[in-house]
T-cell receptor, first 109, second 119 residues
Framework: QSALTQPASVSGSPGQSITISCTGT?????????VSWYQQHPGKTPQLMIY???NRPSGVSNRFSGSKSGNTASLTISGLQAEDEADYYC?????????FGTGTKVTVL | EVQLVESGGGLVQTGGSLRLSCVAS???????MGWVRQAPGKGLEWVSV????????YYADSVKGRFTISRDNSKNTLYLQMNSLRADDTAVYYC?????????????WGQGTLATVSS
C-alpha cells in the first residue's frame, strides 16, 4: 500500500498558524477515524501529537489540533514557535495494517 | 518510568537473517506492541504489530512472509525475526506500544536499533 501523501515542506513565521495535509484514500483515511500525527526532531524519536483524528495526548500543547474531511486529514499548528520546527508524519489505520505519510518538514522562518 | 530497549541490530549480508529484541518495563507489557522502521534520512514505515498474546499478528506487505513478530510476556520481551533480508530493509527499527484499535504507535517508543543489509 502506498504511503499517505503529505507536502514535503511547510513554513511560517512565529505566531502564525500553519496546516499540514495528509491525503489518503477511501480505504484508509476516508474510511476510519483513526489518524495519528507524530513530531520528530532531528536525531530524536517520534512523539505522538494527535490520535483518533483530533485527540491530544496529555502533555501536548493545545496549539496542535487535528481534523479530517473525506480522504484528507489535517494538522494545524497555531501560534507557531521555534520549537515546532521538526518533521511531522501522519498515520492511518487501513483495516488490516497501518501506513504513514511521506512526512512534512516544518520550518519556522 | 516507561522504557523500551531494543537490541539485535547490526550488519548482515543480503539474504541473511537478524532477530531484534525489545525489553519493556514500566507498564503492563501484555498489551499490543509493534515495530516501525525508518531508513536513513527517510520517513517512517509501519512494519508489524502483535496483540497481547501474539495470537493476532499483522504485517506490512513489504515484509510479509519474511518477517515474524513474536513475544515472551514472561520476559517482557518483543521480537522481530527478519529473514531473507534485502538492501531496502536497512533502517532503524523502533519498538513501539500500539493501540489495538488502529495499530498505530502511542507515545511509547524505544530508541531504535540499526539494521544494515549489505552485499
Amino acid at each position: 500500500q502506498s504511503a499517505l501523501t503529505q507536502p514535503a515542506s511547510v513554513s511560517g513565521s512565529p505566531g502564525q498558524s500553519i496546516t499540514i495535509s495528509c491525503t489518503g484514500t477511501s480505504s484508509d483515511v476516508g474510511r476510519y477515524d483513526y489518524v495519528s500525527w507524530y513530531q520528530q526532531h532531528p536525531g530524536k524519536t517520534p512523539q505522538l501529537m494527535i490520535y483518533g483524528v483530533s485527540n491530544r495526548p496529555s502533555g501536548v500543547s493545545n496549539r496542535f489540533s487535528g481534523s479530517k474531511s473525506g480522504n484528507t486529514a489535517s494538522l494545524t499548528i497555531s501560534g507557531l514557535q521555534a520549537e515546532d520546527e521538526a518533521d511531522y508524519y501522519c498515520g492511518s489505520y487501513t483495516g488490516n495494517a497501518a501506513i504513514f505519510g511521506t512526512g512534512t518538514k516544518v520550518t519556522v522562518l | 518510568e516507561v522504557q523500551l530497549v531494543e537490541s539485535g541490530g547490526g550488519l548482515v549480508q543480503t539474504g541473511g537473517s537478524l532477530r531484534l529484541s525489545c525489553v519493556a518495563s514500566g507498564f503492563a507489557f501484555n498489551s499490543a506492541m509493534g515495530w516501525v522502521r525508518q531508513a536513513p534520512g527517510k520517513g517512517l514505515e509501519w512494519v508489524s504489530v502483535a496483540n497481547g498474546d501474539a495470537g493476532g499478528t499483522y504485517y506490512a506487505d513489504s515484509v510479509k512472509g519474511r518477517f515474524t513478530i513474536s513475544r515472551d510476556n514472561s520476559k517482557n520481551t518483543l521480537y522481530l525475526q527478519m529473514n531473507s533480508l534485502r538492501a531496502d530493509d536497512t533502517a532503524v527499527y523502533y519498538c513501539v506500544k500500539v493501540s489495538w484499535n488502529d495499530f498505530l504507535p502511542t507515545d511509547y517508543w524505544g530508541q531504535g536499533t540499526l539494521a544494515t543489509v549489505s552485499s
